[in-house]
């Protein structure tokens, strides 16, 4: 999947531009970049047992690499003016990007404030987690149902509870699906899908054959295998990868293949599918890809996001940024050292989410996790109203009226405004009703009064003293229709304002406008 390149501009303006900060970086500097990088290949073509190129390669080199891969937070005033009026979208890892990376994977616990934070950014921009480990076990990590989660490398995703398909104007769908419009069952995607047996099977096999060697470890990612060696002794790293290398020939046909992760080795179909594939999916699901207002961030920290990364690069869709306190070759455009620091990125989006360049408030209106997704407002005709859309709904985007999540918005709120006017009747009945005991309760006194001298706020000694209740007659009753009239006029705005459904941002000049239009000099604002 090809996504046209509109956000390279962003790039260039910013990650492009770090190396010239000061006056540029020296000549001598960029050879000591050429040459650490260099260094860094030689190191990752070790066998893949090792993790030597996790290794510190020197302060010197890497703030001359940190200058070519700036860290995201000190460039992000930049940055945020860039998307100024974009529409983002966020691409997270899991393992070493919202957690720490711990010995135990079954320990890998994010923090409830990093959970939060994800939770509150995924109601501003559309949200997906794309990890290497088996979609249902992150979910059980992350417990966020307004996220589209890809487990297995991208081979197994889901979209958010109570997503459905359904076409939108873009031509993508919402949700997730072929886009026809019809309600289907949750999102789901599996490329991998066929190779199932054979991954249950080798699972079962390195189990078997890494069971004597102390501190290895399997675990099983639906769609692929992954060898943990974090807690051997480095004596046993080669064993760990000569007892994967035999299982995974003994599959045969080249079904199988390896790569190799920080002090793990992943046992994965040979399909050609990976995070970045994942990634370009999902924009597509979306409806986002090619789309000139929408910019993709993807944080990783591994070797498997590298393809997360080259895919945003190579698409021009967005900016990669690695999680990484080392220098190493890196498809990604920015930097940040650890979780915490990923922590305080999330926060910031938050802040720029909250303002008006955020390009979602400008679509139409909060994004809510795409579940449901956003309403899109019609564009304004010449003569100032809504266009209508394809089934003859006021003021819904062609294309937009076949989404069943756009006609169940509508629905409740017409049933809202339906009740709220059931309300305004009873409250204008009784309101009647009690102006009736009151005109009672004034006459009853008026005619108590004419004994007593008590008579049109007088009191009965002569004092200035009113009676709550000593209107004359005639101007109580002329209080009553102004009540009632003004009843009305806000039950005409009601029932306005219900003919206009559709508009669920409401549009304050539109409105304005069909008021004047009834004569309805105010509005309701209930």
């Known amino acids: 999947m090809r ?64 200058a070519q891969h700036p860290c995201l937070l000190t460039k992000f005033e930049e940055f945020q ?45 559309p949200t997906a987690i794309i990890s290497g480990r088996g979609r249902e076990k992150v979910e059980s990590f992350v417990r966020l149902p307004e996220l589209f989660y890809a487990g297995s490398h991208g081979m197994d995703i889901v979209g958010p509870c109570g997503a459905t398909v359904g076409s939108t104007a873009g031509g993508g769908v919402v949700g997730g699906g072929s886009g026809d419009g019809g309600v289907v069952e949750q999102f789901r995607f599996q490329a991998a899908a066929e190779y199932q047996p054979l991954i249950d099977r080798v699972y079962s096999q390195l189990r078997e054959s890494l069971e004597s060697i102390p501190g290895a470890s399997v675990e099983h990612n639906k769609f692929c295998v992954s060898a943990h060696f974090r807690n051997c002794h480095p004596d046993s790293w080669q064993r760990v990868v000569s007892a994967v290398d035999a299982v995974v020939a003994g599959a045969g046909g080249g079904r199988l293949h390896v790569t190799r992760g920080r002090k793990v080795l992943e046992v994965r179909p040979t399909v050609d599918w990976d995070k970045g594939s994942a990634l370009l999916h999902l924009l597509g699901v ?16 591994d070797k498997t996001d590298e393809d997360a990364f080259a895919a945003l ?80 709904e006021e003021g819904v985007a062609e294309g937009d009226a076949t989404r069943p999540q756009l006609r169940q918005q509508l629905r409740q709120q017409q049933q809202q405004q339906q009740q709220q006017q059931q309300q305004q009747q009873q409250q204008q009945q009784q309101q009647q009703r009690q102006g009736q005991r009151d005109e009672q309760a004034h006459q009853q006194a008026a005619g108590e009064g004419a004994s007593t001298g008590w008579q049109h706020g007088q009191s009965p000694d002569g004092g200035g003293a009113a009676d709550p209740l000593a209107l004359p007659p005639r101007q109580h009753t002329e209080q009553q229709q102004q009540q009632q009239q003004q009843q009305q006029q806000q039950q005409c705005v009601l029932v306005h304002h219900s003919q206009q459904a559709p508009l669920l941002n409401g549009d304050q000049k539109q409105h304005r406008e069909a008021d004047a239009a009834l004569g309805v000099s105010g509005r309701c604002q209930a």
């Not at 790039?11 to 900060?21: K, P, Q, R, T």
């Not at 100024?84 to 079954?106: H, K, M, Q």
């Not at 929408?294 to 990783?300: K, N, Q």
């Open 286 to 301: 979306l409806g986002l890809a090619g789309q000139p207002d929408v910019t993709a961030i993807y944080l990783g920290d």
């Open 313 to 392: 690069a190579g698409a021009g869709a967005g900016a990669g940024v690695l999680v990484s306190t080392v220098a190493k070759p890196t498809a990604a455009a920015f930097t940040l050292r650890d979780p915490g620091q990923v922590l305080q990125l999330l926060q910031r989006l938050l802040a720029y989410g909250a303002g008006g360049g955020n390009g979602w408030r400008v679509y139409g209106g909060r994004c809510n996790g795409w579940a449901p997704a956003p309403a899109v407002r019609a564009p304004a005709t010449e003569d100032g109203r809504a266009a209508a859309g394809s089934e003859g």
């Open 3 to 66: 996504v046209a390149c509109h956000s390279e501009p962003v790039l260039a303006a910013i990650a492009g531009d770090a190396a010239n900060d000061d006056g540029g970086l020296p000549s001598a500097s960029l050879a000591c970049l050429e040459q650490s990088l260099e260094r860094a290949r030689s190191l990752s073509a070790t066998p893949s047992g090792s993790d030597q190129d996790e290794a510190q390669i020197g302060s010197a080199e890497y703030q001359v690499w940190l």
């Open 81 to 125: 003016k860039q998307l100024d009026g974009r529409r983002l979208a966020v691409f997270l890892d899991y393992d070493g990007t919202l957690t720490p990376i711990v010995s135990n994977p079954d320990a890998a616990i994010m923090s409830d404030q990093m959970r939060e934070t994800v939770r509150q950014v995924a109601g501003m921009f």
